[in-house]
Nanobody, 126 residues
Framework: QVQLVESGGGLMQAGGALRLSCVAS????????MGWFRQPPGKEREFVAA????????YYADSVKGRFTISRDNAKNMVYLQMNSLKPEDTAVYYC???????????????????WGQGTQVTVSS
């Protein structure tokens, strides 16, 4: 497993942009598919975006498609979530997560991600 630490959350007005970062410690970061999930107040944790361990494929929840972009820099052990055109409904704690090495199945379920960061709060005001 890898250890993950998120940063970059904060308070933003609707229509603004934020970039979340996640740094991973541990070996062979390039073999882990990475994901971003979020948990709105009083709701279940939900899938936001994922990127394959090769970095060639990305996946998004319908609610963020066209507004959010996930990327990774394997040389720096980093994964990012660029969030544009933020909406109040994007308010949540955002979590970075890693699969097991060489995983290539569904990215939509938290159960497929054994490693998690502590989360970073994103608040979007109207």
């Amino acid at each position: 497993q890898v250890q993950l630490v998120e940063s970059g959350g904060g308070l933003m007005q609707a229509g603004g942009a934020l970039r979340l970062s996640c740094v991973a410690s541990g070996r062979r970061f390039e073999t882990y598919a990475m994901g971003w999930f979020r948990q709105p107040p009083g709701k279940e944790r939900e899938f936001v975006a994922a990127i394959s361990w090769r970095g060639g494929s990305t996946y998004y929840a319908d609610s963020v498609k066209g507004r959010f972009t996930i990327s990774r820099d394997n040389a720096k052990n980093m994964v990012y979530l660029q969030m544009n055109s933020l909406k109040p409904e994007d308010t949540a704690v955002y979590y970075c997560a890693a699969t097991r090495p060489f995983y290539a199945g569904s990215y939509s379920y938290t159960s497929n991600f054994p490693s998690w960061g502590q989360g970073t709060q994103v608040t979007v005001s109207s």
